[in-house]
């Protein structure tokens, strides 16, 4: 299917650099290709993000985090996104921080978006949960309508729509393959572009796509045709 209008001005939440690609990067460089606008917001620098060395000590958390930081720039260079900004969260205890909301609002008050991308609420990673939790307060608290496009990493997404990402998959795996510091962890790429391949499924005769949930502001704050139980902030947050 193709995008809507409103998605051709968006700002993307990530929990973590590399979730851009794995999760909507072939839709972002398919909106910036066509003259679209796209700003990336990460909510972490990824800073636990290279298993085993999740316990590491604060040294080696700050050096990955520097790594993961200039990582996520290149990928979102090749995206085409025009500005990438980090709100140095906590990577795997966002939901100690329900503030960040604060930020994600001022974010969408200081440009005229239209749409917003978010991981889905059940999206198997606390840190995903988190996130689209924030957004939902940001989102009670902020007067215009907005577009909004669920997306997933961890958990199969009960979507409404597939968009057809032929066109872009190799930018979408080029730019998964800059965050070299995760390639190691997981057979990431593989299981990726396979998802696309199957996701394709859905958009025929395409031969690979991206799902998403997508719906309106008002209708995601009440809950409106919805196909998922209703997230409340103790279940997002995992508190």
Not at 97 to 119: C, H, K, M, N
Not at 197 to 224: G, I, V
Request: charge should be negative; include cysteine.
């Amino acid at each position: 299917m193709p995008l809507s209008k409103s998605a051709q001005r968006a700002l993307v939440l990530c929990p973590h650099p590399d979730d851009e690609s794995l999760g909507c990067g072939g839709t972002l460089k398919t909106i910036t290709s066509t003259g679209g606008i796209v700003d990336v917001l990460y909510m972490t620098r990824g800073e636990n993000g290279s298993y085993p060395r999740t316990m590491a000590a604060k040294p080696a958390r700050e050096e990955l985090a520097a790594i993961r930081t200039e990582e996520a720039k290149r990928a979102c260079e090749i995206l085409g996104v025009r500005n990438v900004f980090f709100l140095n969260g906590h990577d795997g205890s966002l939901k100690t921080q329900p503030e960040l909301s604060d930020a994600i609002l001022g974010t969408l008050t200081s440009s005229d978006y239209r749409s917003v991308f978010s991981p889905w609420p059940y999206d198997a990673h606390h840190d995903h949960g988190a996130t689209y939790w924030m957004l939902q307060e940001a989102l009670r608290r902020y007067s215009r309508n907005l577009d909004i496009w669920l997306y997933e990493v961890w958990a199969p997404l009960p979507h409404n729509i597939c968009i057809a990402i032929d066109k872009t998959i190799e930018a979408k795996m080029t730019a998964f393959r800059t965050h070299e510091s995760q390639l190691s962890n997981l057979n990431y790429a593989e299981a990726f572009y396979g998802l696309a391949k199957y996701r394709s499924l859905f958009c025929p005769p395409a031969q690979f796509a991206e799902a998403f949930f997508n719906c309106e502001r008002t209708a995601l704050l009440n809950h409106e045709n919805v196909p998922w139980p209703q997230v409340t902030r103790q279940l997002a947050m995992g508190t």
